[in-house]
């Protein structure tokens, strides 16, 4: 069964500063890596989608890298504000079409 | 404008009534999921149907029924077996079930028992 650990559950930054989330799943076939941003009591928002056969995506000031052979995915903000604060969802698409989540990185960036 | 909807935002149930949840895609997509979320983690998947007139159990079926009668409309019933039922409930499309296709969301509904 594949399982998603985030890491770590919730941190606090000032702003401007770069925000590091990492994301790690037990089973490396997987068909794609998807990142999502959650604002309380909302949907979920997708923010990157990462092939398995990509290394990396980048939109705007958000970046993030995929080692499937070691389970691993971060994601990076730069420069971070305070319109970033909200829950950052990992996400991996395996088997029959099947996503498995992990628990979330709950981001608060101080003014 | 393509998407998903979920209706309604939020909904509240006393203990012992069914409830029906409703998701409607216009995006054309085969595949429907419904998910549910519990405060501090993350989404686990209670059923999906892969095409009109079938669908299967998620990891976490229990005390729910589905349909998929339309192509774009799968709702989700929350009966009086599932013990915990208060949760955030959202419901995905994607353009096939098979494999490697991305998953859409709708913006989601809150369930409260009373």
């Known amino acids: 069964k594949q399982e998603v650990t985030q890491i770590p559950a919730a941190l606090s930054v000032p702003e401007g500063e770069n925000l590091v989330l990492n994301c790690s799943f037990t089973?490396?076939?997987?068909?794609?890596l998807q990142w999502f941003r959650q604002d309380p009591g909302k949907g979920l928002t997708s923010l990157l989608l990462i092939q398995s056969s990509q290394r990396e995506q980048t939109s705007g000031r958000l970046n993030a890298s995929l080692d499937k052979s070691s389970g691993r995915s971060t994601l990076y903000i730069a420069a971070s504000q305070p319109g970033d604060s909200a829950t950052y969802l990992c996400?991996?698409?395996?088997?029959?079409?099947?996503?498995?989540f992990g628990k979330g990185n709950q981001v608060v960036v101080i003014p | 404008d393509g998407g998903i909807t979920q209706s309604p935002k939020y909904l509240f149930r006393k203990e012992g009534q069914n409830v029906t949840l409703s998701c409607e895609q216009n995006?054309?997509?085969?595949?429907m999921y419904w998910y549910r979320q519990d405060p501090g983690q993350g989404l686990r998947l209670i059923y999906y149907s892969q095409i009109v007139n079938d669908f299967q159990k998620g990891d976490i079926a229990e005390g729910y029924s589905v349909s998929r009668e339309k192509k774009e409309s799968f709702p989700l019933t929350v009966t009086s077996a599932q013990k915990n039922p208060t949760a955030f409930y959202l419901c995905a499309s994607s353009i096939s079930g098979l494999e490697g296709n991305e998953q859409f969301f709708g913006p989601g509904t809150r369930l409260t028992v009373l």
């Open positions: 995006l054309n997509h085969d595949a």
């Open positions: 089973d490396s076939a997987i068909y794609n």
């Open positions: 996400a991996v698409l395996y088997g029959n079409n099947r996503l498995a």
